[in-house]
Nanobody, 129 residues
Framework: QVQLVESGGGLVQAGDSLRLSCAAS????????MGWFRQAPGKEREFVAA????????YYADSVKGRFTISRDNAKNTVYLQMTSLKPDDTGVYYC??????????????????????WGQGTQVTVSS
């Protein structure tokens, strides 16, 4: 099972940008679909973005479309989440997720937490108004 370690969280002001990174262990990183989720206090974990094994296809929650960009570097075993125009509603713990068996269909636009089998420990993002 892949091990995931997130980094890059912090306290920023509304309108600022932040880039999260997720480093994965192992030599089969390019066999995993990767995703980012977030969880605010008192709320369920929600989908933010995902990226296909090759990086050729990306998926976003409506709430972050146009502001967040997911990317991956398979040579570095790392997935990124570039966040711009941050809002206080973006506050939460951001989790990196991976799954080796996930097979998104042609019409896939959304993933749930149950779709991913491996998780990082999370990194806190706080956006002040």
């Amino acid at each position: 099972q892949v091990q995931l370690v997130e980094s890059g969280g912090g306290l920023v002001q509304a309108g600022d940008s932040l880039r999260l990174s997720c480093a994965a262990s192992g030599r089969t990183f390019n066999s995993y679909v990767m995703g980012w989720f977030r969880q605010a206090p008192g709320k369920e974990r929600e989908f933010v973005a995902a990226i296909s094994r090759s990086g050729g296809r990306t998926y976003y929650a409506d709430s972050v479309k146009g502001r967040f960009t997911i990317s991956r570097d398979n040579a570095k075993n790392t997935v990124y989440l570039q966040m711009t125009s941050l809002k206080p509603d973006d506050t939460g713990v951001y989790y990196c997720a991976a799954d080796r068996f996930l097979t998104p269909g042609a019409g896939t636009v959304f993933f749930g937490p149950a779709d991913f089998g491996s998780w990082g420990q999370g990194t806190q993002v706080t956006v002040s108004s």
